[in-house]
């Protein structure tokens, strides 16, 4: 949207100038008069691309905002701002306070917005790769209802949140990511180093192999005479997968089959919904009516085929259709959950089962999770053990027919 510059004088005759956006000069001559100000001078202020190029450049190249800067920026907004400090005054101060530079430059561009009117929801907007659609639709939630200060500490509540389930996600799957490329690395170090060496001595002694130990060498030459269309053809396809993956339809693929994955596909399943039941509830807690808080609640989700089971759910509410009757039709709640939907919307408190639901669904997580190891370990015993039989059976069986043969003779 185009900005101008402006020269007006309030109730007092006091002149003052500044900039505002619009989409003509008559719309901020009436941003203006709604402010009890009367235009002076409005003048556009001519757009440079060579500066917005520089601009968009240093974003690209800048620092990026990690989760635990926005967590504390979240919190300290809402203990300045339920101690009455103005917005303005609040942003002032923690750019002083802050020690990251890309932080300095978020809220250094926020203060220069609201300097030009904009407001606080507005601001952010301008910076969807720093705050979700749930952060600006409970902003502007709170800027409507004046209670902005606890919608910073729910946001703060559900970032915290969000970084906690990462982290133990993350922490149940070191283990066994470990454990399968180790076993990777010992198979490719068998193959380069070990079993040709093996073969040049089997060789030399002009003998039967048996099937496994055919199979190994043969194996090892092909890894060692291929690799590099096999190199090729692994970039390939997984250069054709990433590209196939950006596309709607494979991603909604993808995403339903991430949701059917033995051991991971439930713990999944159950982490997004208990992030869907957390933004549902804080939505509707914040005054966002029902259907738009399915919307904002869809975006949140980050599955594409879930996203559209609560895309359908909203249609339906639009339609009339109540909350519990949308959820059964979507299929993807337990029947407990719908019964807590179905007493929620007959009691009038659909935010707090909602919030029940999300903490229900969160220690589901944390038990499966917990739990994902010990389901992982035999798993991996078994294919481990398989791993070493086949190398054995192929390394030292035509040793011990070898040695079996030189004992006859």
């Given at each position: 949207?185009?900005?101008?510059?402006?020269?007006?004088?309030?109730?007092?005759?006091?002149?003052?100038?500044?900039?505002?956006?619009?989409?003509?000069?008559?719309?901020?001559?009436?941003?203006?008069?709604?402010?009890?100000?009367?235009?002076?001078?409005?003048?556009?202020?001519?757009?440079?691309?060579?500066?917005?190029?520089?601009?968009?450049?240093?974003?690209?190249?800048?620092?990026?905002?990690?989760?635990?800067?926005?967590?504390?920026?979240?919190?300290?907004?809402?203990?300045?701002?339920?101690?009455?400090?103005?917005?303005?005054?609040?942003?002032?101060?923690?750019?002083?306070?802050?020690?990251?530079?890309?932080?300095?430059?978020?809220?250094?561009?926020?203060?220069?917005?609201l300097d030009m009117g904009r407001e606080l929801s507005a601001a952010m907007?301008?910076?969807?790769?720093?705050?979700?659609?749930?952060?600006?639709?409970?902003?502007?939630?709170?800027?409507?209802?004046?209670?902005?200060?606890?919608?910073?500490?729910?946001?703060?509540?559900?970032?915290?949140?969000?970084?906690?389930?990462?982290?133990?996600?993350?922490?149940?799957?070191?283990?066994?990511?470990?454990?399968?490329?180790?076993?990777?690395?010992?198979?490719?170090?068998?193959?380069?180093?070990?079993?040709?060496?093996?073969?040049?001595?089997?060789?030399?002694?002009?003998?039967?192999?048996?099937i496994p130990t055919r199979a190994l060498i043969a194996c090892s030459h092909?890894?060692?005479?291929?690799?590099?269309?096999?190199?090729?053809?692994?970039?390939?396809?997984?250069?054709?997968?990433?590209?196939?993956?950006?596309?709607?339809?494979?991603?909604?693929?993808?995403?339903?089959?991430?949701?059917?994955?033995?051991?991971?596909?439930?713990?999944?399943?159950?982490?997004?919904?208990?992030?869907?039941?957390?933004?549902?509830?804080?939505?509707?807690?914040?005054?966002?009516?029902?259907?738009?808080?399915?919307?904002?609640?869809?975006?949140?989700?980050?599955?594409?085929?879930?996203?559209?089971?609560?895309?359908?759910?909203?249609?339906?509410?639009?339609?009339?259709?109540?909350?519990?009757?949308?959820?059964?039709?979507?299929?993807?709640?337990?029947?407990?959950?719908?019964?807590?939907?179905?007493?929620?919307?007959?009691?009038?408190?659909?935010?707090?089962?909602?919030?029940?639901?999300?903490?229900?669904?969160?220690?589901?997580?944390?038990?499966?999770?917990?739990?994902?190891?010990?389901?992982?370990?035999?798993?991996?015993?078994?294919?481990l053990g398989v791993l070493v039989l086949v190398l054995a059976l192929s390394?030292?069986?035509?040793?011990?027919?070898?040695?079996?043969?030189?004992?006859?003779?």
């Amino acid at each position: 949207m185009p900005q101008f510059a402006y020269k007006a004088r309030n109730a007092v005759g006091e002149p003052l100038s500044g900039h505002l956006e619009g989409s003509d000069s008559a719309q901020v001559a009436d941003l203006l008069f709604s402010r009890d100000l009367t235009p002076v001078e409005i003048v556009g202020v001519p757009d440079r691309p060579s500066a917005h190029r520089h601009v968009m450049l240093g974003r690209l190249f800048a620092p990026q905002i990690s989760v635990v800067d926005l967590m504390l920026f979240s919190r300290q907004m809402h203990t300045l701002l339920k101690a009455g400090v103005p917005i303005l005054q609040a942003l002032a101060g923690l750019q002083r306070s802050s020690s990251s530079p890309a932080l300095n430059a978020l809220l250094r561009d926020i203060s220069d917005s609201l300097d030009m009117g904009r407001e606080l929801s507005a601001a952010m907007r301008r910076h969807p790769e720093v705050f979700s659609p749930l952060y600006i639709s409970m902003i502007r939630a709170g800027e409507l209802t004046g209670t902005l200060d606890r919608m910073f500490l729910q946001l703060f509540a559900h970032l915290q949140f969000e970084k906690e389930m990462g982290e133990r996600i993350r922490q149940a799957l070191r283990y066994p990511s470990f454990v399968v490329a180790a076993m990777a690395v010992a198979v490719i170090v068998i193959n380069v180093l070990v079993v040709p060496s093996f073969a040049k001595a089997y060789q030399n002694f002009h003998a039967a192999l048996p099937i496994p130990t055919r199979a190994l060498i043969a194996c090892s030459h092909f890894l060692l005479d291929e690799w590099l269309w096999l190199a090729a053809a692994a970039a390939g396809l997984a250069g054709a997968a990433h590209f196939y993956l950006k596309t709607p339809q494979g991603r909604f693929r993808w995403d339903r089959l991430k949701l059917r994955l033995p051991l991971a596909g439930k713990i999944i399943l159950k982490g997004i919904l208990a992030r869907f039941a957390r933004t549902f509830a804080l939505t509707l807690r914040s005054g966002i009516p029902v259907v738009h808080g399915l919307a904002i609640a869809a975006q949140v989700v980050d599955n594409a085929f879930l996203t559209q089971r609560v895309e359908q759910m909203r249609d339906g509410v639009a339609r009339g259709e109540s909350i519990s009757r949308t959820a059964l039709a979507a299929d993807i709640f337990t029947p407990v959950v719908l019964q807590m939907m179905i007493v929620g919307e007959e009691s009038g408190e659909l935010d707090d089962l909602m919030q029940e639901i999300s903490e229900m669904y969160e220690r589901e997580v944390d038990y499966e999770v917990k739990t994902l190891s010990t389901q992982i370990e035999p798993i991996l015993v078994i294919g481990l053990g398989v791993l070493v039989l086949v190398l054995a059976l192929s390394v030292f069986l035509p040793m011990w027919d070898l040695g079996r043969a030189a004992l006859h003779q």
